[in-house]
């Protein structure tokens, strides 16, 4: 079955970074899209970053434009992210999230997602 | 791309018939998908393709579309219905979610 299992989140100092990881297992990973999307304490869902099933297409949210990277490595199934300067407001759980869609930059859904792993930028 | 959802909170009672809708800032094609989230839980994919249900959803869920405006149903409320579900578009990047639409119990 498929598991995603998020690592690295903690507590970090504003202007910190924090480099989080997923594993990723029961399904094919280098062959789909994978995203990042977070939730703030008690607040809606937002999408964060896209990388392609090869990594050679990236999309990011304006809020995270030049701070944050995403990466893949797809000879040990694993997805990263990569928060640099971090603010307050980037407090958030964050998912690791499977593309629906095989081999495209356009899904049409999110099928699985991981249990989250909490950021939190306090100083 | 902009989602209004409405409304954002929705008391009902189990058996109800519930709607939920989506209003998009601009044309999303159908690239529009719904997901359920329960506290302290990741979301749950219900409907993607604006009307097609995922695997292993139960067929009182709904989806259509007309323009820009998306409703979700629920024919019959069931307990483990109560939650807050989420509409998003994956027609543009950056994706977007809806502000979400809480579902309570009378």
């Known amino acids: 079955q498929v598991q995603l299992v998020e690592s690295g989140g903690g507590v970090v100092q504003p202007g910190g970074s924090l480099r989080l990881s997923c594993a990723a297992s029961?399904?094919?990973?280098?062959?789909?899209?994978m995203h990042w999307v977070r939730q703030a304490p008690g607040k809606g869902l937002q999408w964060v970053a896209f990388?392609?099933?090869?990594?050679?297409?990236?999309?990011?949210a304006d809020s995270v434009k030049g701070r944050f990277t995403v990466s893949r490595d797809n000879s040990k199934n694993t997805l990263f992210l990569q928060m640099n300067s971090l603010r307050p407001e980037d407090t958030s759980v964050y998912y690791c999230?499977?593309?629906?869609?095989?081999?495209?930059?356009f899904g049409i859904g999110f099928d699985f997602w991981g249990q989250g792993t909490l950021v939190t930028v306090s100083s | 791309i902009q989602l209004t959802q409405s409304p954002s909170f929705l008391s009902a009672s189990v058996g109800d018939r519930v709607t939920i809708t989506c209003r998009a800032s601009?044309?999303?094609?159908?690239?529009l998908a719904w997901y359920q989230q329960k506290p302290g839980k990741a979301p749950k994919l219900l409907i993607f393709?604006?009307?097609t249900l995922h695997s292993g959803v139960p067929s009182r869920f709904s989806g259509s579309e007309s323009g820009t405006e998306f409703t979700l149903t629920i024919s019959s409320l069931q307990p483990e219905d109560f939650a807050t579900y989420y509409c998003?578009?994956?027609?543009?990047?950056?994706?977007?979610f809806g502000q979400g639409t809480r579902l309570e119990i009378k």
């Open positions: 999230v499977k593309d629906r869609t095989l081999g495209a930059t």
């Open positions: 029961g399904f094919t990973f280098s062959s789909y899209g």
């Open positions: 990388i392609r099933y090869d990594g050679d297409e990236k999309y990011f």
């Open positions: 601009q044309g999303v094609s159908s690239y």
């Open positions: 393709a604006a009307s």
């Open positions: 998003q578009q994956l027609n543009t990047y950056p994706i977007t």
